[in-house]
């Protein structure tokens, strides 16, 4: 057996013979839109610069239910001042079990994300427009990317020997 990392395919297979995942609910945790530069910022030329941030995180509800949490933050800057700046939490709860335990952060930290991030872009989307402001589309994100990304980082920080060799 070789020593490799899941992949999204790896955790189907194991869904289909040995767990079950399931979304269950969807909701928002938390919401905030700001644009401290209303009216004046209406009047500036729209050539905005837009800087956005993700994190997710999960939770035990119980034994077999977890709340997972998307949390996307974005700031709009024109010339300098912030045109906007919104802040998401889109949260689910996730119906999974039966998955090894060595398993269960993958899960959390792709899945369920990959599953939250179109409630969230409508949102984001939704608000801004709201807000008196030209549409913004967020790009899809590869969260199984993020993910290999963060795990790569948090083995060479524990392992400063394989960050040299890499250099």
Known sequence: MTDKANTEEDITDINAKSGKFLLQKVYVK???????YSPEIFMEAWAPKVDMHLSNEAKKVNEDHTEAVLKITITVKINEKTAYLVEVQMAGIFL????PPEVMEHVTA?????????FAREVVCDLVVRGGFPQLLLAPVNFEALYAQQKKAA?????????????
Do not use: G, R, V, Y
């Open 110 to 118: 792709t899945l369920c994300p990959n599953m939250l991030f179109p």
């Open 30 to 36: 938390d919401l905030s839109f700001e644009t401290p």
């Open 96 to 99: 999974i079990k039966q998955f």
């Open 155 to 167: 083995a060479q920080a524990s392992n400063p020997d394989e960050k040299s060799k890499a250099h």
